[in-house]
């Protein structure tokens, strides 16, 4: 268990299970605090370069009293496929791809908005997602959409920029993307890493 997590890599997968916690202390000399006014920094990255990345993360800390984990993960000529799991815990998860398709694995608790961007791509919501999912806008390769009820979220009555719920953000160049939940049936998915990992 950690609270900052960052693995790069170039020519070799990145792949298992990782636990964070976002309340737990970390080494100050390890991890100094961003300057003022600089972006928080992710408490997961995962970069490759020529290799996929297959990741199972699961969020630990209590999301009555945490602030939302953020995470990256990006890859140059390689695959995405990453499943999430939480405890409650908000989050805020950003892939970026090049050459490779991405598939995002969501927890059913996730209610926040999802926000596309592709070149040479397609974007597939799963049976389940997508009777569940508003769509706002579908401009050429960028799309807008909000899993859940927006309304009741609070979404949009204040800056979606200081939005603090759920978010999904996918890009990617030449690459499909899909979305499923983390405990659906997908077809002709490969269940040998992910059986190992919930044991079903």
Not at 41 to 54: C, F, M, R, Y
Not at 121 to 147: A, C, H, M, W
Request: aromatic share 8%; net charge neutral; with cysteine.
């Amino acid at each position: 268990t950690t609270n900052y997590l960052v693995i790069e890599r170039v020519m070799t997968s990145i792949q298992g299970s990782w636990r964070i916690d976002t309340s737990k202390r970390m080494p100050s000399a390890l991890f100094p605090k961003p300057e003022e006014g600089a972006k928080p920094k992710p408490h997961l990255s995962l970069q490759t370069v020529g290799a996929k990345i297959n990741a199972h993360i699961e969020l630990v800390a209590d999301g009555r009293t945490q602030p939302r984990a953020i995470m990256r993960v990006s890859t140059v000529t390689g695959s995405i496929e990453i499943a999430t799991s939480t405890l409650g815990q908000k989050f805020s998860l950003h892939c970026q791809g090049v050459n490779g398709s991405m598939t995002v694995l969501l927890p059913r608790s996730f209610a926040g908005p999802i926000n596309t961007q592709k070149v040479m791509g397609k974007v597939k919501l799963s049976p389940e997602i997508q009777p569940l999912t508003f769509t706002f806008s579908e401009r050429g390769d960028n799309g807008k959409y909000f899993l859940g009820d927006y309304e009741s979220c609070g979404y949009g009555e204040e800056d979606t920029k200081t939005w603090d719920g759920d978010e999904l953000s996918l890009e990617t160049v030449n690459g499909d993307l899909s979305v499923w939940y983390v405990d659906e049936e997908r077809p002709q998915a490969k269940k040998g890493f992910w059986k190992a990992v919930f044991g079903s």
